[in-house]
């Protein structure tokens, strides 16, 4: 690339690899809509557009390989209909992995793919796709046709699209006509006082000979009135006019380029000012668009940035509850100070500013899921297609919310639970019609809010999991003894599939067999203090619910104390509160159990059991949901709720899967934060004496009297969080 500086072009190539991305998935998505409906003209115009828009905008920042690849495909989507149509949505799903590759080769500065068999195949349709062209040409004549841009023609037809009427019009001038550039300047007068001038050809920078105007006019005026206006003595020859049909101009527009006087070098598009050499090797100044499409509203951003903004919203609610506790103890030693009174509403004042600016930067930090889910239609089809199945997924929910961080790190769990439902779940076509099935399998992939959380659904309609040999499948594989699997329920048993290394295939391909899989799922889901349930029905089908928070950064949390150390767990995670002693505690099974109401509750004891002559003190027992199933967690004090902003710990200060991050209130102190997930997980993998030892030391245990608040407060100071860090 010529006449740009290396700065601008280093910006240049950093934008262009911001939306190059969304411009294959787009590839994606039209190529797949384009193999269930091959005569939709409207898709294949847009597949078109994209491709050329890559091409322009690789040819700006000097990927020559890109362009010419995306150059060569346009050639096959934009000369016809060729008579290989049918192989189009597959080349094009194959050209967009390789633009996918080379964008990723570029930004590594990596060795670039070879792709010549692909130009090869491409070269073959566009040959296939000239020849039909040519005939077609031959059939219409050359002023049915416009030599307009590509700006223009989409001018053209949103302007159809919108409803207008457009009328072409053909303008042969008088063959002694001495100035036809004035000639042309007056006919384009005359048209722009008539309507809306969409398209006019020869254009301004025209330098050769002027014998015909070319132009699309969205107008009220009647056929007969434009002609009459254009009919200027010793200037029109000839006046045509005809209307342009949304259908007829959608299938033939690939062909408008083509036709016409000598053309400039096109433009890059999507505002990528592109610096084009002439053939003689001078620098041409950078084309610019005839006109602008529509206004750009969207920002991009990038997230860091974001998050530096919530870290400085998490300062500002730090020092919010300080101030709220320094105004706690100024109203004690001066309860009837008139500053106390003013102290207080300043503070309410910013309380909600700052809850409103919280609200609004959690927001932005949001996005819709259909982000995500949109990359998983092409990779159901492949999968399916290499399993030999008949598959459809069907996408719901894709406006849902869901904060970006959590977002990015779900992509994979969801990924093997699409590829488990094709590749284990679904039958084959066969398989399906034996049973009364359809031969084409139903994937359903759905999101939606519940409370303050996202749940996201992975369903199928094939034969289920069959949790007897799930658990003949973890006795062989050795993930649990004889003993622990016969007192397993059947949702212990469907658990076991989230196990390391657990895998129901005896042969190894390039689908499953290895062991590595669905443990993903589980241990991604504990890490962003989510949970995962299973519901299987054989013969009907299996459902995976994932069970989200919106955002990982600021909770509202319900504080409590253990041995007289603070810890916190999301408010939304505690369905109520009970009081018990430790006189109505049983054990049933090696299990400590409440009776709670109607409903025999499990207890988890988070801290050491009291001694006999204290059995009669309160306790609290905090009933919590994990999946279906109903605990107890057992505290010694409560100590309110509180806004808290999560950072995690290093491992000087506390290495524990139990806890999932920290905060410090507006005193200073430290408060954990437990991860529920793992908390639940340790509890129901305990058996026998290991509950004999929790019992007497708690869960907590090794949490207890670990590195002082003073460690912990540093630790978190130097993560941004308390001191006035960002």
């Known amino acids: 690339m010529k006449g740009l500086p290396d700065e601008l072009t280093n910006e240049l190539r950093a934008l262009f690899f911001q939306s190059a991305a969304e411009l294959v998935q787009q590839m994606n998505d039209e190529a797949l809509r384009l193999e269930k409906t091959p005569a939709n003209a409207e898709t294949a115009r847009s597949l078109r557009r994209i491709v050329h828009t890559l091409k322009g905008d690789s040819a700006a920042c000097g990927f ?75 059939e219409t004549p050359v002023e049915q046709k416009g030599p307009w841009s590509e700006y223009e023609v989409l001018a053209i037809s949103q302007a159809l699209e919108s409803g207008k009427d457009v009328q072409r019009i053909v303008v042969q001038l008088d063959p002694h006509c001495g100035m036809p550039i004035a000639a042309r300047q007056m006919i384009q007068g005359v048209l722009a006082g008539l309507g809306e001038l969409l398209a006019l050809y020869p254009g301004d920078a025209s330098t050769g000979p002027i014998t015909q105007i070319e132009a699309a006019l969205a107008s009220e005026k009647s056929a007969e009135q434009i002609q009459a206006k254009c009919r200027i003595p010793t200037i029109a020859h000839n006046v045509k006019v005809n209307s342009l049909d949304l259908s007829e101009f959608a299938s033939d527009a690939g062909v408008l380029d083509s036709v016409g006087a000598e053309r400039k070098p ?3 598009q999507d505002g990528f000012a592109d610096t084009v050499s002439s053939a003689d090797g001078a620098v041409m100044e950078p084309a610019v668009p005839a006109l602008t499409i529509g206004a750009e509203n969207i920002l991009r951003v990038d997230a860091e940035r974001i998050d530096a903004v919530l870290n400085l919203v998490g300062e500002m609610i730090l020092a919010k509850s300080t101030l709220q506790q320094t105004l706690l103890e100024f109203g004690q030693r001066f309860p009837k100070d008139v500053l106390r009174g003013k102290f207080s509403d300043a503070l309410a004042f910013q309380a909600r500013v700052l809850n409103d600016l919280q609200r609004s930067v959690m ?99 094939g034969s289920g999991i069959d949790p007897e040999k799930v658990r003949q499948r973890a006795l062989a594989q050795a993930l649990v003894t004889p003993e622990d699997a016969a007192r397993l329920d059947e949702g212990e048993t469907l658990e076991l599939i989230m196990r390391p290394g657990f895998s129901t295939v005896d042969e190894i391909t390039e689908l499953s067999g290895r062991g590595i899989g669905l443990d993903v799922v589980q241990s991604v889901l504990t890490r962003l203090k989510g949970a995962v349930r299973i519901e299987t029905a054989a013969g009907r089908g299996t459902t995976f619910r994932l069970q989200l928070p919106l955002t990982l950064a600021i909770i509202r949390a319900l504080l409590f104390r253990v041995e007289q150390r603070l810890y916190a767990l999301p408010l939304n995670a505690v369905a109520e509160i009970a009081r018990t002693t430790e006189d109505h505690i049983r054990q049933v099974e090696h299990y400590e159990v409440l009776q709670l109401r109607n409903d025999v509750l499990p207890l988890l004891r988070l801290g050491p059991a009291a001694a006999a002559e204290s059995s009669c ?33 290093d491992d000087r200060s506390i290495k524990s ?25 340790r509890f129901v993998r305990g058996r026998g004496s290991d509950v004999a030892r929790t019992r007497k030391a708690g869960l907590l245990s090794n949490l207890s009297g670990h590195p002082d608040s003073e460690l912990e407060r540093r630790s978190l100071q130097a993560r941004g969080v308390g001191g006035g860090q960002s």
């Not at 890109?66 to 016809?80: C, I, P």
């Not at 894709?398 to 093997?416: N, Q, R, S, V």
């Not at 306790?619 to 199933?629: C, D, N, S």
């Open 266 to 268: 096109e433009a890059a």
């Open 617 to 649: 003190r309160k306790l609290f027992v905090l009933v919590i949901h994990h999946g279906e199933r109903k605990f107890g967690l057992i505290v010694n004090e409560l100590a309110g709720e509180d806004e808290l902003v999560i950072k995690g710990l």
């Open 363 to 461: 927001k932005i930090r949001m996005v819709p899921v259909d982000q995500l889910f949109r990359r998983f239609p092409r990779m159901v089809r492949d999968v399916s297609r290499q399993c030999g199945k008949e598959v459809e997924l069907v996408i719901r929910g894709g406006d849902t919310d869901l904060d970006k961080g959590i977002l990015d790190a779900i992509a994979e769990p969801l990924m093997h639970l699409l590829r488990n439902a094709v590749g284990h779940g679904i039958e084959t076509a066969a398989q399906r019609i034996s049973a009364g099935k359809r031969p084409q399998g139903i994937l359903r992939l759905n999101a939606y809010h519940q409370g303050n959380q996202v749940m996201i659904e992975v369903s199928d309609d």
């Open 657 to 681: 899967d139990l806890v999932s991050g920290a905060s410090i209130l507006g005193d200073g102190r430290v408060v954990l934060i437990l991860n529920l997930a793992a908390l639940v997980e």
């Open 64 to 138: 020559c390989e890109l362009s010419e690849l995306a150059h060569e495909f346009e050639d096959v989507l934009t000369l016809g209909k060729p008579a290989a149509a049918k192989a189009v949505p597959e080349i094009a799903l194959r050209v967009a992995d390789v633009f996918a590759v080379l964008l990723e080769a570029y930004q590594g500065k990596k060795n670039l793919p070879n792709f010549q068999a692909l130009r090869e195949e491409i070269a073959g349709l566009a040959q296939s796709s000239a020849k039909q062209t040519a005939a077609i040409r031959q």
